[in-house]
């Protein structure tokens, strides 16, 4: 059941149409994440699903209610922001419980839940403290306790782990997760941040423009690119300028517009959008984990020179100088060097191919 029903949402500011007839649902306890680039519409569409922005076009419903025309006090929504805003005059406690105590919740059901909700983000000990006693990440779960205590039908998030370290940030998506999952409270969260989004989430949104350019679970995004656009914003992606030779007997031959390289690819197994004829321009996206590194060439490899490597820990990204291209390649066991002559190769299955854009 869709606790959230956005339907043809469109908001516009003078010429600029900063969302374009955007429709997606948020199930029940799902969590959901809208992903994009800065100015690509996310922001402005949790603030209008939180009733802060008033839609140019457009309804939304929350819970089979429209709230469209309602203000935020009357939508059963939290949002929870990167400024945390947390009380410096009030202790953790207080913070959480200050808004049941604005809707007249006794004193006894008010200790009550605020003792449940620090358990559940593991912060029992720590009601009498004042937030300045508390580190980044404790004050992050302070924030996160008071706006669940309430059990909102909806939870908003815009961008709240933006201003931890890195260290910290990926601490604290475990965290969300784990509270997400005990409270199983709906979520729609908003972030440019692709690591976050990708670890986080049941389902993405992906924002281009104020349009969604393709949504679905992280593996569908991920290994199923339905642009070159989403392909390049999830995650590293080597692309290459190519000309179709041929198209026959559910094979295309592809040559590689900057080196000599013709490459013969199925038509079954490559992820393509687009129905490629002889002497069209496509663009072949493979992503670094899926480039193999040899020394023989196999008949169907792209030769190149090593330029340089970089040693990651779990593995080495080899950049490589094929023509006018300069690949990435990220293997476990590397013992190429800088002026290496090398061959690079990928599984048809791990290509994509897509129309020029």
Same mark, same amino acid.
């Given at each position: 059941?869709?606790?959230?029903?956005?339907?043809? !949402?469109?908001?516009?500011?003078? &010429?600029?149409?900063?969302? &374009?007839?955007?429709? !997606?649902? +948020?199930?029940?306890?799902?969590?959901?994440?809208?992903?994009? =680039?800065?100015?690509?519409?996310?922001?402005?569409?949790?603030?209008?699903?939180?009733?802060?922005?008033?839609?140019?076009?457009?309804?939304?419903?929350?819970?089979?209610?429209?709230?469209?025309?309602?203000? =935020?006090?009357?939508?059963?929504?939290?949002?929870?922001?990167?400024?945390?805003?947390?009380?410096?005059?009030?202790?953790?406690?207080?913070?959480?419980?200050?808004?049941?105590?604005?809707?007249?919740?006794?004193?006894?059901?008010?200790?009550?839940?605020?003792?449940?909700?620090?358990?559940?983000?593991?912060?029992?000990?720590?009601?009498?403290?004042?937030?300045?006693?508390?580190?980044?990440?404790?004050?992050?779960?302070?924030?996160?306790?008071?706006?669940?205590?309430?059990?909102?039908?909806?939870?908003?998030?815009?961008? =709240?782990?933006?201003?931890?370290?890195?260290?910290?940030?990926?601490?604290?998506?475990?965290?969300?997760?784990?509270?997400?999952?005990?409270?199983?409270?709906?979520? !729609?969260?908003?972030?440019?941040?692709?690591?976050?989004?990708?670890?986080?989430? &049941?389902?993405?949104? *992906?924002?281009?423009?104020?349009?969604?350019?393709?949504?679905?679970?992280?593996?569908?995004?991920?290994?199923?690119?339905?642009?070159?656009?989403?392909?390049?914003?999830?995650?590293?992606?080597?692309?290459?300028?190519?000309? +179709?030779?041929?198209?026959?007997?559910?094979?295309?031959?592809?040559?590689?517009?900057?080196?000599?390289?013709?490459?013969?690819?199925?038509?079954?197994?490559?992820?393509?959008?687009?129905?490629?004829?002889?002497?069209?321009?496509?663009? *072949?996206?493979?992503? =670094?984990?899926?480039?193999?590194?040899?020394?023989?060439?196999?008949?169907?490899?792209?030769?190149?020179?090593?330029?340089?490597?970089?040693?990651?820990?779990?593995?080495?990204?080899?950049?490589?100088?094929?023509?006018?291209?300069?690949?990435?390649?990220?293997?476990?066991?590397?013992?190429?060097?800088?002026?290496?002559?090398?061959?690079?190769?990928? &599984?048809?299955?791990?290509?994509?191919?897509?129309?020029?854009?």
């Amino acid at each position: 059941m869709s606790l959230l029903e956005v339907t043809d !949402l469109t908001k516009e500011f003078g &010429d600029l149409t900063a969302v &374009d007839d955007v429709s !997606l649902e +948020v199930e029940d306890g799902e969590f959901v994440t809208i992903l994009g =680039p800065s100015g690509s519409g996310k922001s402005t569409i949790l603030r209008m699903v939180a009733g802060f922005e008033e839609p140019t076009e457009g309804s939304i419903v929350i819970g089979g209610d429209d709230v469209t025309d309602e203000p =935020p006090f009357k939508r059963d929504v939290n949002m929870m922001f990167q400024d945390l805003a947390l009380f410096p005059h009030l202790t953790v406690a207080e913070n959480i419980g200050y808004g049941l105590k604005q809707q007249g919740v006794p004193p006894e059901e008010r200790k009550e839940r605020i003792e449940d909700i620090l358990e559940v983000v593991r912060l029992s000990d720590y009601g009498d403290r004042a937030p300045e006693e508390l580190s980044g990440g404790e004050q992050q779960r302070v924030a996160l306790a008071r706006a669940i205590v309430n059990e909102p039908k909806l939870m908003l998030f815009d961008e =709240p782990l933006g201003s931890l370290d890195r260290k910290l940030r990926q601490h604290m998506q475990f965290e969300l997760q784990r509270i997400q999952a005990e409270t199983g409270i709906t979520s !729609l969260y908003v972030t440019h941040d692709q690591e976050i989004a990708m670890s986080i989430s &049941d389902r993405l949104i *992906l924002l281009n423009e104020g349009d969604i350019e393709q949504s679905g679970t992280v593996e569908d995004l991920y290994d199923r690119p339905a642009s070159q656009f989403v392909a390049d914003f999830l995650g590293d992606v080597n692309t290459v300028s190519a000309t +179709v030779e041929s198209s026959q007997n559910g094979e295309l031959t592809l040559s590689l517009d900057d080196t000599e390289t013709s490459l013969v690819v199925s038509k079954d197994d490559v992820r393509s959008l687009d129905e490629h004829r002889t002497g069209s321009s496509v663009d *072949l996206c493979v992503r =670094p984990h899926n480039v193999d590194l040899s020394d023989t060439d196999t008949g169907q490899s792209v030769p190149g020179t090593v330029a340089n490597r970089i040693y990651k820990g779990e593995g080495v990204t080899y950049l490589i100088e094929a023509g006018t291209t300069t690949y990435k390649a990220t293997v476990e066991d590397g013992d190429f060097s800088i002026g290496d002559d090398v061959y690079l190769s990928w &599984d048809a299955d791990e290509a994509y191919i897509f129309g020029e854009e």
